[in-house]
């Protein structure tokens, strides 16, 4: 229960950020992995994609402390 409700917690915020923080965040990530995005490939993405991409480097970090 607490883990589904941090989870839609996360979602909830990841949902709200506008596409230049969502990029900020994606290149400043600091997880078990990097992520290494070009600045044009992410101007590429939609907003839609990139908040998938930060809710799955998110919840596999979290994944991966559990």
């Not at 990139?50 to 970090?61: E, Q």
Request: glycine share 2%; no cysteine.
């Amino acid at each position: 229960m607490a883990l589904a409700r941090s989870l839609e917690q996360t979602a909830s915020s990841i949902n709200s950020l506008n596409k230049s923080e969502l990029k900020r965040r994606l290149t400043n990530f600091k997880g078990i992995f990097k992520l290494d995005f070009t600045e044009e490939y992410l101007d590429s993405l939609s907003i839609d994609k990139l908040r998938h991409i930060l809710l799955a480097a998110v919840m596999t970090k979290a994944r991966k402390r559990a």
